[in-house]
């Protein structure tokens, strides 16, 4: 049905109005547009040129990072830059040549910081050289009339307290990569700053805050005349960490003239008391940006200062591992605890001869003396009947072969071999009498430092493995709020009161009864309990490689110690790259990392002669309670 | 039948081709207004793009009569979000004109525009009388002042001046006599005295700025300033795509919404301010003539209230980009960055070309 059309010529009369009107006033804005383009172009091109606009970075200060009693691990000063605006020089290679004349510097090194910042808008300067003494600033001001291209910019630098102290833990900053730019999207350009290991890098944007940015207009000798914009920079946050600086003090001046690293741990909340690592370095260093030489020297250094060995360096767990191995069999009724064994000094299996550490035996031992002593036959018997797939399985459910996710980068997850895992990765068939080996921790097992003290944690607060962190709270700087971590833990193997107390038992006769493997580290007045370990490292073949250092030939020494007995509150374990032996080399520094902590004090180390007399410890009561004291809350 | 229907329902490809040129364009000087800063801009002004394409193929598919019978229902739909942002609306940028959803934001006035030219058109469907009579006057008053006002209330004039068109179209097609006219220029003249006590300290800076530029050089003058240097400086054929200084320099804080013409001038000159200018002169006049051509006066109303509210934010952007008209925040539509006039220009925009596909046929 069609609608009757209406009269709509008085409609199509106005329609054709406005597209008159329309059609002029395009034709107004085209000649508007054609006036201020093409008669005065020239006049705003000009205008355009002279537009000296210049952004200039607003840096936030980097978040503090202090130990847990409130200590300054790491702040900021301030540092005087030198920087570029191409758009200014009048002829680029003049430039260089002031920069390099100035600053005594190379002058192929000022063309490639130049060449790199060409890609940039012209506005945005080039950073030429960093942390300039104040001579040379003076020295730059002076000539800046000449050369209004340059300017002195102050940025923050990181300071780092405490000798490089706690280094791995931390970490250092750097010059982000092209890498770290790309990934991180934008927010970083070249010649800013980054976190680069430790939590440094793990929190970095915790850290870093937000950089601002002011737009200035200078005038033709390179004066701020005007600011156009200014985007307030958002300091970072500062982050309070587990480590206690204290105990980091005491594992470094150990560490001082030995290679290893220690672990202090707290196994109910997996909070890492002190983390070190040796050799270390100073992450001075790298602010003050390396020099070639610097970094050949770590990088080149056999010992590889720049890694962390209480993470990235996995070695087999010695007769550590028998602890596990043993409350594993418990729980499990795999093995009698009061049937004893004769231990003759060595023994045979699959008709080869595996000796006992002890030359002439230890004779009859049952479980707790096993673990007293470090009886390696009665574990060869033991590891025999489990079998290696069993011991794997005691081994993973205490987190070995496993990352512990600690908050730090480059983890290493450590291996647990099995009979899958031999015919995977070997393609070879499991030797029965590899797992003689493998039950006191030689052989094909490995486990970080932070594993063992993980696993140690799960063992002595039965079941729980606590996640190791390094973070405890970070705290706004501007409003003072906080945050804090929240602790994790994964399920570990399940508790049994009467195993726990065997082994714990075991444990505790290593350092506190004559004839334990660490008798020489106990803590008077301080119920500890731990275990050594002594690793061979070099098979009989591998001697004449080793040549002339003799040092590489020498046994990897382990501790792991725990304290106080009951409701344990600490962890320590320290391994000694090459140390020698376990109770020698390991044990003293878990010794006065557990004084300290616990508040007692020690003697002066007395003559070895003497020691073995020393009185009987007293009641170990007060210490407790003094232990109790000792440990503060958070600031 | 089914042939007929092949025959009878067409697209104006002029309007759609240049609609979609623009908002190409559109993408590619937002990639270059925002390089190196907001990365992921070009991303959503396509993605927003691809919105309101959906909207235009919503608003060609559906039938507008349908959707004129229904436009009162719209239009009160429509202002509820208006309300609720006077009343509980956050301020951004100084205004309460949006409305967060997740991480997007959404500005509620853009479809208010929409829903006002429907209801519009609504309204004058069967107003063939020739001249406007008083009752519809004041109809139409109504149906353009509450949107205007919930809106300058936000307070967005700039916003608010783009219902305006509305309100002309209806009393210039209308057919609003001359004493009219003379009427409403009165009336505006006493208004105007007393407004300027009404506005608030930021929009009297700006107008004062319009008409002295250089007295404020770096505060709200130096965008007109600096907008224009940029203009100026482009020259014939501009400084090259992402070379132009001024805006690679990011002298305005808006340069990919509301200046994106600025950046366009600089880069490609002249010459792609001619493209531009053209391209939607091309939209507009052709969107008149299928006005004249729409098979019913709804469809007539409806085409010349969306062109009008295309025009009018054309020709004040494009104007205050070179400081012939104060700065109000108006984007340029289809280039500018800003998803819900991208949206909503589409589905007007489909509204068109609705019309236009239903040109012949039968109810």
């Known amino acids: ?635 | 039948m089914i042939p007929r229907v092949f025959v009878e329902r067409r697209l104006d490809w002029i309007v759609l081709l240049s609609a979609l040129s623009l908002a190409a364009i559109g993408v590619l000087f937002v990639t270059s207004a925002s390089q190196g800063r907001f990365p992921g801009l070009p991303t959503r002004q396509a993605l927003w793009i691809g919105v309101g394409l959906l909207a235009m193929t919503a608003g060609v598919l559906v039938d507008y009569r349908r959707l004129l019978k229904l436009s009162f229902l719209f239009y009160c739909a429509s202002l509820l979000p208006l309300v609720y942002l006077l009343l509980f609306g956050e301020r951004i940028a100084n205004v309460k004109s949006w409305i967060r959803v997740g991480g997007f934001q959404f500005q509620p006035a853009e479809l208010a525009k929409i829903a006002t030219a429907l209801l519009l058109a609504y309204l004058f469907e069967n107003e063939d009388e020739g001249r406007l009579r008083p009752g519809t006057f004041l109809k139409l008053s109504a149906i353009v002042g509450v949107p205007f006002l919930l809106v300058f209330l936000q307070p967005d004039m700039g916003l608010a001046s783009t219902f305006l068109p509305l309100l002309a179209v209806g009393l210039f097609y209308g057919g609003l006599p001359l004493r009219g006219w003379i009427a409403i220029l009165l009336v505006l003249v006493v208004l105007m005295g007393g407004g300027w006590f009404l506005l608030k300290d930021y929009q009297k800076q700006r107008i004062g700025t319009f008409f002295n530029p250089e007295a404020d050089v770096l505060g709200s003058g130096y965008q007109v300033r600096q907008s224009k240097i940029a203009v100026g400086s482009g020259g014939f054929t501009g400084k090259g795509y992402m070379e132009g200084t001024q805006s690679q320099l990011r002298f305005l804080p808006v340069q990919h919404s509301d200046f994106i013409l600025a950046v366009i001038a600089e880069e490609w000159g002249f010459l792609g301010v001619l493209l531009v200018l053209g391209l939607f002169a091309a939209l507009l006049l052709r969107a008149l003539t299928l006005a004249a051509l729409a098979r019913d006066r709804g469809g007539v109303f409806l085409i010349l209230g969306v062109t009008a509210m295309l025009f009018w934010s054309v020709t004040v952007n494009s104007a205050m980009m070179i400081g012939l008209l104060p700065t109000t925040g108006i984007p340029l539509p289809l280039v500018s960055y800003g998803g819900s006039s991208m949206a909503t220009t589409f589905l007007g925009i489909g509204l068109i070309l609705g019309v236009e596909y239903r040109r012949f046929a039968n109810a």
């Not at chain 1, 709270?473 to 994790?488: H, I, M, N, V």
């Not at chain 1, 399920?491 to 009161?497: E, Y």
């Not at chain 1, 580290?521 to 050594?532: F, M, Y």
Request: glycine fraction near 8%.
């Open chain 1, 1 to 635: 049905m069609l609608k009757v059309r209406d009269d709509r010529r008085d409609l199509t009369r106005r329609i054709e109005v406005s597209r008159i009107v329309a059609g002029a006033v395009f034709s107004a804005l085209t000649f508007a547009y054609w006036y201020i383009q093409i008669v005065q172009g020239d006049r705003y091109f000009e205008l355009s040129e002279n537009n000296r606009i210049r952004s200039v970075k607003v840096t936030a200060p980097r978040g503090y990072v202090l130990d847990r009693e409130g200590r300054v691990l790491a702040e900021n000063q301030p540092a005087y830059n030198l920087q570029l605006y191409r758009r200014e020089a009048r002829n680029l290679e003049e430039s260089i040549a002031f920069a390099a004349r100035t600053l005594d510097l190379p002058p192929e090194q000022v063309r490639a910081r130049v060449e790199r910042g060409l890609r940039d808008p012209e506005f945005l300067p080039i950073a030429i050289a960093e942390n300039l003494g104040l001579e040379e600033v003076a020295r730059i001001e002076a000539r800046i009339p000449e050369h209004p291209e340059f300017a002195i910019a102050v940025s923050q630098r990181r300071l780092y307290r405490r000798n490089g102290e706690g280094a791995h833990a931390l970490g250092y900053l750097s010059e982000a990569s092209p890498d770290q730019i790309r990934r991180f999207g934008g927010v970083y350009r070249l010649g800013d700053w980054i976190g680069q290991k430790g939590i440094e890098a793990s929190y970095e944007r915790l850290l870093a805050g937000a950089n601002g940015e002011r737009r200035v207009v200078v005038d033709s000798y390179g004066r701020e005349i005007d600011e156009e914009n200014r985007l307030e920079a958002e300091p970072g946050q500062n982050l309070f960490v587990t480590l206690d600086a204290e105990l980091q003090e005491i594992a470094e001046a150990y560490f001082r003239e030995r290679v290893g690293a220690a672990v202090a741990m707290d196994p109910a909340t997996g909070e890492i008391l002190a983390m070190a690592s040796s050799p270390g370095y100073d992450p001075n260093t790298f602010t003050r940006r390396v020099t070639a030489a610097e970094w050949n020297a770590l990088t080149g250094n056999p010992d590889h200062p720049l890694q962390n060995r209480a993470v990235q360096n996995a070695h087999a767990p010695g007769s550590v591992l028998k602890v596990f191995l043993a409350y594993g069999a418990l729980v499990n009724r795999e093995v009698d605890p009061s049937a004893s064994i004769f231990c003759p000094g060595q023994a045979t299996f699959y008709g080869r001869v595996f000796r006992c550490h002890k030359k002439g035996g230890h004779g009859w031992v049952n479980l707790r003396n096993a673990i007293k002593v470090s009886c390696d036959v009665y574990f060869y018997n033991l590891g025999r009947r489990l079998g290696i797939d069993r011991i794997a399985e005691y081994a993973r459910a205490f987190g070995f072969g496993e990352p512990t996710g600690i908050d730090l980068a480059f983890e290493r997850s450590g291996l647990v071999p099995s009979e899958k895992w031999a015919l995977e990765k070997r393609k070879a068939r499991w030797y029965p009498s590899e797992t003689i080996s493998v039950s006191i921790g030689q052989g094909p097992i490995l486990a970080t430092p932070v594993q063992v003290a993980r696993a140690i944690a799960g063992l002595v607060r039965g079941g729980t493995l606590p996640t190791p962190h390094l973070f405890l709270a970070s705290q706004d700087p501007a409003t003072g709020a906080r945050l804090r971590y929240k602790a994790e833990s994964k399920p570990g193997m399940p508790i049994d009161a009467a195993s726990l107390a065997l082994v714990k038992d075991g444990m505790w006769a290593v350092v506190n009864e004559p004839g334990g493997t660490a008798f020489g580290s106990r803590v008077p007045g301080l119920e500890t309990g731990g275990k050594t370990g002594t690793v061979q490292v070099v098979g009989r073949e591998a001697i004449p490689r080793a040549g002339a250092d003799r040092r590489k030939l020498e046994d990897h020494a382990w501790f792991a110690g725990f304290a106080p007995l009951e409701d344990p509150r600490l962890v320590v374990v320290v391994f000694v790259e090459h140390g020698g032996h376990g109770s020698s080399a390991a044990a003293p520094l878990a010794k006065q990392i557990f004084a300290k902590r616990f508040g007692v004090a020690l003697p002066p180390e007395p003559p070895p002669l003497l020691r073995a007399a020393a009185p009987p410890a007293p009641a170990p009561a007060p210490a407790l309670a003094q232990a109790r004291l000792a440990e503060k809350p958070l600031p």
